[in-house]
């Protein structure tokens, strides 16, 4: 996997939204963070747009983010918010001179399109907090973005004492994202194969039926079968039926990979969590489950 040159102070740094809306008074607090790292945002011209619930229509986004793909002087792209959207545009997307000028791609939750189809394609990305939640992210989490963006190793140690978290040690590249993103992206160019790897998964605001059914969905279509570490990170705001599924969300997870022996770690503090801590996809990590502590190390 390529890594994408660190950053240093005096960088550019494009914020784009490739999903839903969002209006330049929701930057400000990631302004505010970039320019007290010594980096330069470059706001895209999808900032303010409305088409519907997206920022611009397809083609706008699809625009706003190809020229700071191709633009050498742009040395991150951080999305400015999740919701829905990418996956409509990505397959517009060339990413010709982004091989020749790699930089990271930084969001979580919807940008897990991204983060997919460029593990594809042979390159590192961040999975890590965007703008529009910096209000309400820990400290610790902003840290780890900058740490990760500025070439340094974030110290990824919880204590970790889930009843399911089945303990051992892996190593692999660790990949992944949001639930509902992988399930969608299964069968397409995008899809993540997932053998031999660190599959980190996490989701937000759905129904533990839904959690089922796309759980089962990447183990039919054997991504589940020959991972090395699953890491399962926030299951937040689940909702249930009047008639109760009768399992949560990390039952569910458990459930689907219970004839498999690799280890599995829940409550991992990444996804739509306060303490969303970065993560560097598609770089060789070692998967270190005690009773006590979970423990990701960038090899």
């Known amino acids: 996997m390529i890594t994408p040159p660190f950053l240093k102070p005096g960088d550019k740094v494009a914020i784009v939204a490739t999903a839903r809306k969002i209006y330049l008074k929701d930057l400000d607090d990631g302004i505010a963070l970039l320019k007290s790292w010594g980096l330069v945002p ?22 706003d983010i190809q020229q700071m ?14 919701g829905y959207g990418t ?15 790699p930089k ?3 969001g979580y939750s919807d940008v897990t399109v991204l983060h997919s189809h460029l593990h594809k394609i042979g390159f590192k990305t961040l ?3 965007m703008p529009l939640s910096l209000r309400d992210n820990t400290a610790f989490a902003k840290a780890s973005l900058k740490q990760s963006l500025f070439g340094e190793k974030p110290n990824l140690s919880y204590n970790t004492q889930h009843s399911l978290n089945r303990t051992g040690k892996a190593k692999g590249e660790l990949v992944g994202g949001n639930l509902s993103i992988l399930y969608s992206l299964c069968g397409s160019s995008s899809g993540l194969d997932t053998e031999g790897k660190i599959l980190f998964i996490e989701d937000l605001d759905e129904y533990l039926y839904h959690i089922d059914r796309m759980i089962l969905n990447l183990k039919r279509n054997g991504m589940l079968d020959h991972l090395n ?10 909702h249930d039926n009047r008639i109760p599924f009768g399992k949560t969300a990390q039952e569910i997870v458990i459930d689907a990979v219970q004839e498999c022996t690799f ?31 979970t423990i990701v190390t960038y090899v």
């Open 229 to 238: 570490g699953l890491v399962v990170g926030g299951m937040t705001k689940m």
């Open 42 to 63: 470059v706001i895209g011209k999808t900032i303010g747009l409305s088409d519907n619930q997206y920022a611009g229509t397809d083609a706008q986004r699809a625009q």
């Open 69 to 82: 793909l191709n633009d050498p002087e742009i040395k991150a792209i951080w999305c400015a918010k999740g």
């Open 87 to 101: 996956v409509r545009i990505i397959d517009q997307l060339d990413f010709y001179k982004f091989v020749k000028y």
């Open 127 to 129: 999975h890590a907090i």
């Open 104 to 106: 990271w791609i930084v």
């Open 263 to 293: 280890p599995v770690a829940f409550d991992f503090p990444a996804g739509h969590l306060d303490n969303n801590s970065a993560l560097i996809l598609g770089s060789e990590v070692t998967l270190e489950i005690s009773d006590t502590k």
